[in-house]
């Protein structure tokens, strides 16, 4: 590389690349809930919600929303109506 | 009155524990308090080391709360100082010897005879850590400015106030202000950035350390260099005294995210 492609093309400085690898490390680390208990978490919750209420399992979605002073885990799962027999 | 028990913990290995706990120590001994400090790192023990009083150990803290030596048995007095004294811990056990609860119960029996309690914490999450915490009032988190270290940092930030243990005070420990400036070394304000608790000091990087380790002399004790200085500082600001932030390159910078910090406390 030539002088002045060296002055122009400056190489980010290690530290801000630190800084941005901990910040997105930090991201993962905070979860409160593992990938693994939300999957595990979800078999449970359609597993009791169906015992009372037929629901559309492949449909229903758990989901993890953190606001400024809480966690709250979000359960979206369409009921199913039954069917008349006529 | 009874004394303040401070945890100081890290997650990271290596990061200044024992050098801090050693350190501050001396300085809150130098502005007359009596205090204790113990070595939570059974089977790993340092402290002793650090502050040059390994030859004086005849019990340890495992002995004392297993009942085979009292209390005053285990304590070194530190002659340099009048009102220092260290409880090490054993060295041929491991984290598994005392529980949590244990060590909580020997915190209280420290209290009523000192103004501060210094617990130096193991490294990690596990049991060594637990033992640390349980009876401690307040924590001080040690880290050094890179990734590892604040990262490990973190999930003891949330650790601790899960043990209902209030948020930690950080010590940014061995920051190298020329290559802050050059920008190959996180600045303590990026730090904080990503921790979000209270600054309680900064240490620069300092070879005298390193001599005064070989020597067994906590630095705080006769040093003058920057690390020293800033061990001093920082007991003052345990002590609630409002002493600024010493002239390192990013200093000015940092009073004012600080200042900021506190303010929105």
């Known amino acids: 590389m030539g002088l002045v492609d060296k002055f122009l093309a400056r190489e980010p400085r290690s530290k801000d690349i630190a800084k941005q690898r901990l910040q997105l490390v930090l991201v993962y680390d905070r979860q409160v809930i593992s990938p693994g208990l939300m999957r595990t978490l979800k078999e449970d919750i359609i597993l009791a919600i169906s015992k009372h209420l037929d629901v559309d399992a492949s449909s229903a979605e758990l989901s993890l929303s953190r606001s400024a002073d809480c966690h709250r885990l979000i359960l979206d799962i369409p009921l199913v109506r039954r069917e008349r027999r006529v | ?265």
Do not use: W
Request: hydrophobic letters at 45%.
């Open chain 2, 1 to 265: 009155m009874a004394a303040r028990v401070i945890t100081i913990t890290s997650g990271k290995g290596g990061v200044g524990k024992t050098t801090g706990v050693a350190n501050l120590g001396v300085s809150l001994a130098q502005e007359g308090n009596r205090v204790i400090v113990v070595d939570a790192d059974i089977g790993l023990r340092n402290l002793d080391v650090v502050m040059g009083l390994e030859n004086r150990i005849v019990y340890d803290l495992v002995d004392v709360i297993e009942g085979t030596a009292r209390l005053q048995q285990a304590l070194i007095r530190d002659k340099r100082l009048p009102e220092l004294h260290l409880l090490p811990a054993a060295q041929t056990r491991d984290k598994t010897a005392i529980s949590p609860h244990q060590m909580a119960t020997l915190c209280d029996e420290l209290r009523q005879q000192c103004d501060f309690v210094l617990i130096d914490s193991p490294a990690g999450i596990e049991q060594g850590f637990q033992n640390a915490v349980e009876g401690a009032d307040e924590a001080i988190i040690v880290t050094t400015p890179d990734v590892a270290a604040v990262r490990d940092a973190d999930r003891i930030v949330g650790l601790l106030e899960a043990n209902g243990k209030g948020t930690p005070r950080l010590i940014v420990n061995r920051i190298k202000p020329d290559m802050v400036r050059r920008g190959d070394m996180l600045a303590t304000e990026d730090v904080l950035e990503v921790l979000v608790i209270e600054l309680l000091g900064i240490v620069p990087e300092d070879e005298n350390i390193i001599v005064h380790t070989n020597k067994g002399i906590p630095i705080a004790l006769d040093g003058q260099s920057p690390a020293a200085q800033a061990f001093r500082n920082i007991g003052k600001r345990i002590l609630g005294q409002d002493v600024p932030l010493m002239t390192l390159s990013e200093e000015s910078r940092i009073l004012d995210r600080m200042r900021r910090l506190v303010g929105r406390g």
